[in-house]
């Protein structure tokens, strides 16, 4: 970080700025179970699992899927999981991708004192950029389908401070503050969806990635089903009060207005979620092979948020000073 200030000149204009920068970088080790270079075959001659069986009639012969009895896009799907890496049975894949967080903000500030008139300006800037490798609870403990998250915040205010004589003290002040977030998919725009031979649910290539596939005893594959989002929230304010005094009379009047408005998008399951359970072979992963799944579920959505507000106020105040230790004050708002 850093910072600079001082007079332009003197008596008359000042300025302050600053500057802080962060960069984070931290590996982030998760530990789960994927399907081991036979059973993502289709092989379960060895597996720990429970055999696969052909409804109504037993278990496939050796315990093996023959491939021309497999879903190609089950197939596709079951390989996109990476190859175990360690010799836990349970637990035998580890990862530890990269968490980002990287960070820059700013402000600047000018006043000029003039005969009788102060104006200050200030303008604020923060801007922040993490990359989360594994999207939380519930999603995919494998590393490829993690959550861009940028943020950005802006303020900016301008005040003046103006005196006519001895009784009177008008204060302006004009406010805006901007904070914008999003929460996106990792490598949002490649279909990985197509690749596998799944739909897109949505023509919007904000919304392509993979679906979230979960495979009972396996880590989920794909992406976070609540993203992509984003938000953006402008604020503005406008204010103005007028100070008099009259002997013992502090008087204050004046009024604001607020307006507000947001725009936000949620487009929540664009991509999907399959679900394998066992429910059909009493495997899971051979279920997906099959290209049987338990539940599917997918939602096309053009629901945009724009909500805009205002408020407006007005105020009168009689500060009277009945003794040096005693001050009355009534008003209306």
């Known amino acids: 970080g850093a910072a600079l200030g001082g007079p332009i000149s003197k008596d008359r204009v000042f300025f302050f700025a600053d500057y802080e920068g962060t960069r984070l970088s931290e590996g982030i080790t998760r530990v789960t179970t994927v399907p081991t270079l036979a059973e993502r075959e289709g092989d379960f001659s060895q597996s720990l699992f429970r055999p696969p069986v052909i409804p109504g009639i037993g278990p496939f012969p050796n315990n093996q899927i023959p491939p021309f009895f497999q879903n190609q896009v089950g197939r596709n799907i079951a390989h996109l999981y990476p190859r175990p890496n360690r010799d836990d049975p349970f637990a035998n894949f580890v990862s530890s991708p990269e968490l980002v967080d990287d960070g820059d903000q700013f402000d ?72 914008a977030n999003k929460v996106l998919q990792e490598n949002q725009g490649e279909s990985l969806s197509n690749q596998v031979g799944l739909p897109e649910l949505s023509p919007n290539p904000r919304d392509w990635g993979m679906a979230l596939v979960t495979v009972a005893g396996f880590s989920p594959l794909g992406h976070e089903f609540n993203n992509p989002q984003e938000g953006k929230t402008n604020h503005w304010q406008f204010s103005d009060t007028l100070t008099w005094t009259s002997g013992h009379h502090l008087v204050k009047f004046g009024g604001e207005a607020r307006l507000l408005r947001q725009q936000a998008f949620r487009d929540v399951q664009a991509r999907g979620l399959l679900q394998f359970s066992g ?38 105040q009689d500060s009277i000073e009945l003794l040096p230790t005693l001050t009355l004050s009534g008003g209306v708002r």
Request: charged share 20%; proline share 6%; aromatic share 12%.
């Open 108 to 179: 600047t500030r000018v006043d000029y004192r003039g005969e009788g008139f102060t104006l200050t300006s200030r303008y604020s800037f923060a801007d922040r950029r993490m990359f989360e490798p594994f999207a939380g609870p519930g999603f995919s403990t494998v590393p490829g389908f993690g959550n861009d998250v940028p943020r950005r915040a802006q303020s900016f205010v301008v005040s003046t401070n103006s005196q006519a004589g001895s009784r009177f003290l008008n204060e302006a002040r004009v406010a805006w503050t901007r904070v």
């Open 279 to 316: 429910l059909i072979t009493q495997n899971p992963l051979a279920d997906l092979l099959l290209g049987l799944p338990t539940v599917t579920v997918g939602a096309t959505l053009d629901n945009p948020q724009d909500l805009r507000g205002s408020s407006y106020a007005a105020f009168l």
